[in-house]
DNA sequence: TAGCTTAATGCAACAATGTTGCAAAAGTAA
DNA sequence: TTACTTTTGCAACATTGTTGCATTAAGCTA
């Protein structure tokens, strides 16, 4: 029987993603931890967190991974909403009430979607 | 005066993306190259024919970098349209045909859009 | 076609990001 | 506290992409 263990690394590290605006990277998630643990760890942690269902990964534009707190898959698991990436401060930032609409000629069969918008955020425009 | 010299590694990595149905990873170019030339000289070309206007450049959602030829760019180099990316075959395609909709709530700036659906193509379902 | 200029290539070395194996450390239930 | 098992740290490795520099070759000109 698995159990998961709640250990200091994997809270600070949730609630860090948790509290922020934005997606983090697991480079910016190190320099914030400062030290709290291993690269290897972290790497680790984020991976189980995503399991867990607790954030959920995202690839930039630029081919760069980032985290983002999970705020309203409570009950079902839904990511199907447009991602906003600033080029000039390179914050990824989730636009959970946006859903675009789209339709699909051919047969193909979908069982994910991922959007994201790049352009100028609040902040840097 | 900068000049662009057409070698036969460029011709050769430019034709087979162009006549590839799915957009390629630089893996698989240096695959099917097969030793016509140097890892790093994939690289360059690749960063040329894209700055040419010539092949896009595609980022998968697993992070997997891919190129895929400009068919419809003649005139204006418009890639506002949807990838499928396929989680079975792991290819990349571009739909042209088709232009999602949506409504931003807030005030970002837009440039760019990224859009690409996973699940199974054609071949895979 | 031969020579010249410089773009393009090959090679080595490096950097960033992510993965794996294994022993040691630390949660958690009893 | 004890025992069990998850989690961690460390080292080593894999992949992907970049940079510097000497050499090669594309293509213009005579």
């Known amino acids: 029987m698995k159990s ?3 250990t200091t690394a994997k809270t600070e590290i949730q609630e860090l993603i948790a509290n922020s605006p934005v997606a983090l990277s697991h480079t910016e998630i190190q320099s914030a931890t400062n030290g709290l643990c291993d690269r290897v760890t972290i790497y680790r942690i984020l ?4 399991v867990e269902g607790l ?23 839904n990511h199907n909403h447009i991602h906003f990436s600033c080029q000039k ?27 994201t918008l790049s352009g100028l955020c609040p902040q840097c425009s």
């Open 89 to 115: 401060c390179k914050s990824v930032t989730c636009l959970e009430d946006v859903e675009p609409s789209y339709k699909l000629p051919k047969k193909y069969t979908v069982s994910e979607m991922n959007f």
């Open 4 to 6: 998961v263990r709640n």
């Open 55 to 77: 954030i959920h990964k995202v690839v930039n534009v630029d081919g760069v991974v980032k985290y983002a707190g999970c705020h309203s898959c409570s009950e079902k698991h």
């Open 47 to 50: 991976e189980r967190l995503t």
